[in-house]
């Protein structure tokens, strides 16, 4: 029972060091704080398991805060249960710049796995790592996610909530922070606690009503999760936006217009009530976590044997990546894919028929795909490549973002890009994604142009720390390197060229192979071009472009099976934008393509080689 007193003082604290931080800084989310100070305080102290001088020690239970806007609770607790990083200063210095809290967690915070407040991506991101857990690392952490009742109204979350009830992961926790107002508006259901547990239990989940402001009901509730074998648990908590004991925040409890505002005058007067029957000394140290894992094995993954084609042998560069990362499998069991029912055409289906047992599939619910394979990447556990059709990637592009801010180490590798891939049609053609993956500050965006490059894209994109992107294609196409060919991140490759070039042709996929075409009719014709393949979109190889374009006076062709905005050209015009005297002609997919054979479209959009062709003769 002395305990459970302690907890509500540990509450209250945690009530009154947001309040303050809050008010320091003149912005933030007290109230939404208010509202989980008694969840966060039975979980942090009772409940959870983990080293708080390492907080992203392998064993440690995990915590994901999906309502990131509620970051001073969650600093409040660390710095109640013992981080020493983590002081009544820096929380006093909350959003100021430079400081460590910002105004939602990010990994910058050696406590904080992913950055949130997007809201409706924890849990698809908690679904990762408890699948990590119980399949990969085979331990007994556990994960726990909390989210505001708002952002329920976020699809993301539903398709976490099926993938996580069809893969049983009894050692997930999701709680539902129910404090009834949104921003604007009170949120659809209110107080509605026993729509979201029907909702919760209509996709497997054992789930849980309970009072989120009595200690005594969430030890029991947790209890009572700990111990439910063969599905993931939902606490759905009901709880008061602005909640302080004994009546302490009159006129802010359970009232919309504070959202998202500091309590001003107010603030004085509510921390003052909170003190007088608080023991703002109170602790109780987290239990230890069982240490059975030890740091993530950082060496260099390579392929189990180098590439394999016969001259003759075309292969599409879809193939080339299931090959390909079979090979990594063989040399190392932190790789692991995941695919979204695309499997038998991104080829991630070689991977899954020799290692079963890493392979996860998350079905058609891409914004779920994305935010698993981020989970699954926390904390050095796996190296995760996540593959779909290209243009599905854009439906996960703000988990995509979301998962820059991160620090996410994830490798997205999209099939069936542009209008090569013929008669599916314009819904299937991916002609946004290159530019989509470019805006990623911390990307590495690889364009293979056959199998041996597509399998140094993948060894090279599993040694990168970060998100990289890999797109591939559906026609086959003959090997245009030899199997020993080395390639680097950042470095394109000049594959054909003369001391008399007039043109750079530059090119990527199936552009090239159309290239390649135009060089040899050029070539017949007298003209000769230099061309490049550009291998490595982001970071760009400014310094061979640069190069090239002098050696043909300044004259270039750039050709992408691509939309104009963003994608290979805009590059190039970007790695150029400085150096004078460059003619430059863009050759890309303009206007709305439809279904058809993929050669004739090429040659409606301007893309063939016979539009290479005749854009070289007009510059040379």
Not at 89 to 104: I, T
Not at 200 to 214: K, L, N, Y
């Amino acid at each position: 029972m002395g305990d459970n007193k302690a907890l509500k003082d540990i509450a209250n604290r945690l009530r009154v060091y947001s309040i303050e931080a809050t008010s320091a800084a003149n912005s933030g989310h007290p109230t939404s704080c208010m509202s989980a100070a008694e969840i966060i305080s039975v979980l942090f102290h009772k409940e959870m398991r983990y080293d708080v001088t390492f907080p992203r020690d392998p064993n440690n239970d995990r915590f994901i805060l999906s309502k990131g806007h509620a970051a001073p609770v969650l600093y409040a607790a660390w710095h109640v249960a013992g981080l020493k990083s983590v002081t009544y200063k820096d929380m006093m210095d909350l959003r100021k710049f430079g400081a460590p809290l910002e105004g939602h967690p990010t990994p910058k915070l050696e406590f904080v796995d992913v950055a949130t407040g997007s809201l409706g991506q924890g849990l698809s991101v908690s679904a990762g790592m408890a699948y990590t857990g119980k399949h990969f690392d085979k331990h007994d952490y556990r994960t726990y996610c909390m989210m505001g009742d708002g952002e329920s109204a976020e699809g993301s979350n539903w398709e976490a909530f099926a993938f996580a009830g069809f893969y049983k992961l009894d050692n997930l926790v999701a709680i539902f922070d129910v404090n009834r107002l949104g921003q604007s508006d009170p949120t659809a259901l209110q107080h509605n606690v026993e729509m979201y547990k029907l909702r919760a239990e209509s996709f497997g989940w054992h789930a849980i009503i309970v009072d989120g402001h009595d200690v005594d009901a969430l030890i029991k509730a947790f209890d009572e999760a700990r111990a439910t074998k063969g599905k993931p648990t939902c606490l759905v908590c009901k709880t008061y936006k602005g909640y302080a004991w004994d009546n302490a925040a009159e006129g802010i409890n359970d009232l919309m217009g504070w959202h998202g505002k500091p309590l001003g005058a107010r603030a004085e007067d509510v921390v003052a009530k909170i003190k007088a029957g608080t023991n703002m000394e109170a602790f109780i140290a987290p239990p230890a976590p069982s240490k059975s894992l030890s740091a993530p094995d950082k060496a260099f993954i390579g392929m189990s044997s180098p590439p394999a084609y016969k001259a003759d042998e075309k292969v599409a560069t879809r193939v080339a990546y299931g090959t390909a990362l079979k090979k990594l499998g063989e040399s190392s069991t932190r790789v692991v894919a995941m695919d979204g029912d695309t499997k038998n055409s991104t080829f991630a289906i070689t991977f899954q028929k020799a290692f079963p047992e890493r392979f996860i599939e998350c079905f058609i619910a891409e914004q779920n795909l994305v935010g698993v394979g981020i989970g699954c990447g926390c904390r050095g556990r796996t190296v995760p490549f996540i593959s779909t059709f290209s243009a599905f990637f854009t439906r996960a592009f703000d988990q995509i973002r979301m998962g820059a801010i991160s620090q996410a180490n994830i490798k997205c590798v999209g099939s069936h890009a542009g209008i090569s891939i013929g008669e599916d049609g314009p819904s299937q053609m991916a002609l946004e994604d290159l530019a989509m993956f470019r805006t990623i500050p911390t990307g590495t965006v690889f364009y293979p142009s056959d199998p041996v490059s597509m399998e140094r894209a993948v060894e090279l994109a599993a040694n990168i720390e970060g998100i990289v992107f890999i797109r591939s294609s559906r026609p086959t196409s003959l090997c245009v390197y030899p199997m020993d060919e080395a390639f680097q991140v950042g470095k394109s490759k000049v594959i054909r060229q003369s001391s008399d070039d007039k043109v750079t042709v530059v090119g990527a996929g199936v552009t090239l192979h159309e290239a390649l075409k135009a060089y040899d009719e050029l070539k017949a014709a007298g003209i000769n071009v230099r061309v490049v393949d550009i291998f490595c979109l982001k970071p760009i190889d400014s310094d061979l472009l640069k190069a090239s374009v002098a050696a043909t006076g300044g004259k270039i062709v750039t050709v992408e099976d691509h939309y104009p905005e963003g994608g290979i050209g805009g590059a190039v015009a970007e790695a150029l934008s400085e150096v004078s005297g460059v003619v430059h002609r863009r050759l890309a997919v303009n206007g709305m393509p439809s279904s058809g054979p993929g050669a004739k479209l090429l040659e409606v959009h301007g893309i063939s080689a016979s539009h290479i062709v005749t854009a070289c003769k007009a510059l040379a």
